[in-house]
């Protein structure tokens, strides 16, 4: 008998799933109605439609179709938002749903996707590095004990420009800032400075850096088309492999160097001592590897967002130069002449300046469709139509900022629409969502929001500004190139003067 039993219960548990299977298939399901968008090519589905700009591309679509529309990219179902009430909606409302990722397949060197805080589902591990970030790395208090390292690094900055000033040398500011938001980047996670102006010497982490940005932004085939992920038909996945090992490498010697400092019970109290304090006190919690893939992704994340917004905001107001005024004389009634220097706690008291930032986020984000979201949950309903599971879903910032129902005159620069309102980018206002907003939003925002300021004020208390070449303001080029971040396509050169006191 107990023979007979044993033999059946395969059989049976076999037969019991064959009729859950043919009860699932006949089951009557829902009809699936997607939202509306342009009709798909055979195969390539409207890969064609993104074009170079395709937050440009995808914003235009919007206006023929609506604020919730439905592409096939490849074999990719893709769902864009452009409205900040359905941008609301699937990062508040429905947050956990829509906050998973698809990661691309450049994620993918050295195992990457499988311990990126960017790139892991919402999850455990990720709900574990977010707090670690939240509570060790980026809480007011840390970044407060942290702000005398970036303050001597904004000095660098103003020595370089000082240079440029007495030698009559135009500054390539997006440059200038990039290897500023480096130094700050690295004086607040492990009190090191890599890169140096104008120097062969910055050179390593900087170039690892762009590469693997580079890499991370290039449109890639196997991401619309994942049979082809194993080929990596254009080589992205290899290439971005050989700058992680780079970028590894030169975080082990970093980690290495401390963890014999700490030997010698010497500690600095920033970051990375606090990510080795945990490793120490439990390494499951957080693995010395952990450690590095969470280092790479926040140079990788924070660095070039933060110094092409700066690039954007010095662009405006030098198109601006009536603005550049105002902020200019701001700074000096809550700063004072006598070269006292902006001190991050001084941000608060400068109403037009972060007038100024807001207005820069409006229309210069840096992630322009944020990070791509995966719908993770099932098939969910939104607005009466069928959001499929697995779908990535794009937040269209860009358009969400530039929305002439939400806002007058959207495609002028007029900082003072900020003054009297207290719409911010902190992820409560949907029409302004340049970090995102929700479970997904960006982790360092707090850091940013103080170096963008920081930079910005930095370069207008103590130069006067005019644009190379005797260009006039309204010639300025403004135009887009769309990567991992949204830059400017000529880059910034502008040639710094001594001050003008009266
Ligand atoms: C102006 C500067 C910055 C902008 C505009 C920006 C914007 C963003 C955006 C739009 C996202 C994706 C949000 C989403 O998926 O919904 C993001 C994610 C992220 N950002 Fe930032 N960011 C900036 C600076 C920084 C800095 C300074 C750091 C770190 C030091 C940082 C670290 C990250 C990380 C790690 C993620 C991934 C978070 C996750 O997937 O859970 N970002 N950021």
Same mark, same amino acid.
């Given at each position: 008998?107990?023979?007979?039993?044993?033999?059946?219960?395969?059989?049976?548990?076999?037969?019991?799933?064959?009729?859950?299977?043919?009860?699932?298939?006949?089951?009557?399901?829902?009809?699936?109605?997607?939202?509306?968008?342009?009709?798909?090519?055979?195969?390539?589905?409207?890969?064609?439609?993104?074009?170079?700009?395709?937050?440009?591309?995808?914003?235009?679509?919007?206006?023929?179709?609506?604020?919730?529309?439905?592409?096939?990219?490849?074999?990719?179902?893709?769902?864009?938002?452009?409205?900040?009430?359905?941008?609301?909606?699937?990062?508040?409302?429905?947050?956990?749903?829509?906050?998973?990722?698809?990661?691309?397949?450049?994620?993918?060197?050295?195992?990457?996707?499988?311990?990126?805080?960017?790139?892991?589902?919402?999850?455990?591990?990720?709900?574990?590095?977010?707090?670690?970030?939240?509570?060790?790395?980026?809480?007011?208090?840390?970044?407060?004990?942290?702000?005398?390292?970036?303050?001597?690094?904004?000095?660098?900055?103003?020595?370089?420009?000082?240079?440029?000033?007495?030698?009559?040398?135009?500054?390539?500011?997006?440059?200038?800032?990039?290897?500023?938001?480096?130094?700050?980047?690295?004086?607040?996670?492990?009190?090191?400075?890599?890169?140096?102006?104008?120097?062969?010497?910055?050179?390593?982490?900087?170039?690892?850096?762009?590469?693997?940005?580079?890499?991370?932004?290039?449109?890639?085939?196997?991401?619309?088309?994942?049979?082809?992920?194993?080929?990596?038909?254009?080589?992205?996945?290899?290439?971005?492999?050989?700058?992680?090992?780079?970028?590894?490498?030169?975080?082990?010697?970093?980690?290495?160097?401390?963890?014999?400092?700490?030997?010698?019970?010497?500690?600095?109290?920033?970051?990375?001592?606090?990510?080795?304090?945990?490793?120490?006190?439990?390494?499951?919690?957080?693995?010395?590897?952990?450690?590095?893939?969470?280092?790479?992704?926040?140079?990788?994340?924070?660095?070039?967002?933060?110094?092409?917004?700066?690039?954007?905001?010095?662009?405006?107001?030098?198109?601006?130069?009536?603005?550049?005024?105002?902020?200019?004389?701001?700074?000096?009634?809550?700063?004072?002449?006598?070269?006292?220097?902006?001190?991050?706690?001084?941000?608060?008291?400068?109403?037009?300046?972060?007038?100024?930032?807001?207005?820069?986020?409006?229309?210069?984000?840096?992630?322009?469709?944020?990070?791509?979201?995966?719908?993770?949950?099932?098939?969910?309903?939104?607005?009466?139509?069928? *959001?499929?599971?697995?779908?990535?879903?794009?937040?269209?910032?860009?358009?969400?900022?530039?929305?002439?129902?939400?806002?007058?005159?959207?495609?002028?620069?007029?900082?003072?629409?900020?003054?009297?309102?207290?719409?911010?980018?902190?992820?409560?206002?949907?029409?302004?969502?340049?970090?995102?907003?929700?479970?997904? *939003?960006?982790?360092?925002?707090?850091?940013?929001?103080?170096?963008?300021?920081?930079?910005?004020?930095?370069?207008?208390?103590?130069?006067?500004?005019?644009?190379?070449?005797?260009?006039?303001?309204?010639?300025?080029?403004?135009?887009?190139?769309?990567?991992?971040?949204?830059?400017?396509?000529?880059?910034?050169?502008?040639?710094?003067?001594?001050?003008?006191?009266?």
């Amino acid at each position: 008998m107990d023979l007979i039993l044993l033999y059946s219960i395969p059989f049976l548990s076999f037969s019991f799933a064959v009729c859950a299977w043919i009860l699932q298939i006949l089951k009557p399901r829902k009809p699936c109605k997607l939202p509306p968008g342009p009709k798909p090519y055979p195969v390539i589905g409207n890969i064609l439609e993104l074009g170079e700009k395709p937050h440009q591309s995808l914003a235009k679509l919007s206006q023929v179709y609506g604020p919730l529309i439905h592409l096939k990219l490849g074999s990719l179902t893709t769902v864009v938002v452009s409205s900040p009430g359905i941008a609301e909606i699937f990062l508040q409302k429905h947050d956990q749903v829509f906050s998973g990722r698809n990661h691309s397949g450049a994620a993918h060197a050295l195992d990457h996707h499988k311990l990126s805080m960017a790139w892991l589902p919402a999850e455990n591990q990720w709900r574990k590095l977010r707090k670690i970030c939240k509570e060790q790395m980026f809480s007011a208090p840390s970044l407060d004990s942290s702000q005398g390292l970036r303050r001597d690094r904004l000095q660098k900055l103003c020595e370089y420009v000082h240079g440029c000033c007495v030698d009559g040398k135009a500054v390539d500011i997006g440059r200038a800032s990039f290897t500023t938001s480096l130094n700050l980047m690295s004086a607040t996670l492990f009190s090191e400075e890599f890169a140096a102006f104008d120097s062969g010497s910055c050179e390593e982490l900087r170039e690892v850096v762009c590469g693997i940005m580079e890499y991370l932004g290039k449109p890639n085939l196997a991401d619309y088309f994942p049979v082809l992920r194993s080929l990596d038909p254009q080589g992205i996945l290899r290439k971005n492999t050989v700058y992680f090992r780079r970028c590894f490498h030169i975080f082990e010697e970093i980690i290495g160097k401390r963890l014999e400092m700490r030997a010698g019970t010497r500690l600095k109290n920033d970051m990375l001592d606090s990510l080795l304090d945990i490793n120490q006190r439990n390494d499951s919690e957080l693995s010395i590897l952990d450690i590095k893939h969470l280092l790479l992704d926040l140079f990788v994340a924070g660095t070039d967002t933060t110094s092409s917004t700066v690039e954007w905001a010095m662009s405006e107001l030098l198109r601006h130069p009536h603005k550049m005024l105002l902020v200019k004389n701001e700074l000096r009634e809550v700063i004072g002449k006598n070269h006292e220097q902006v001190t991050e706690s001084d941000i608060s008291r400068l109403s037009y300046l972060r007038a100024v930032v807001k207005e820069t986020f409006r229309l210069h984000p840096a992630g322009p469709l944020l990070v791509p979201h995966k719908s993770a949950g099932e098939d969910t309903e939104i607005n009466g139509y069928t *959001i499929p599971r697995n779908a990535q879903i794009l937040i269209n910032a860009w358009a969400i900022g530039r929305d002439s129902s939400t806002w007058l005159d959207p495609e002028s620069f007029i900082p003072e629409r900020f003054l009297e309102t207290e719409t911010d980018f902190k992820g409560q206002h949907f029409e302004l969502v340049p970090f995102g907003a929700g479970r997904r *939003i960006c982790p360092g925002l707090p850091l940013a929001n103080r170096m963008v300021h920081m930079m910005v004020a930095t370069l207008i208390h103590n130069f006067d500004w005019k644009l190379d070449g005797g260009l006039n303001p309204q010639q300025l080029d403004m135009n887009e190139s769309f990567g991992l971040t949204l830059k400017k396509t000529i880059p910034l050169m502008a040639v710094p003067m001594e001050l003008h006191t009266f």
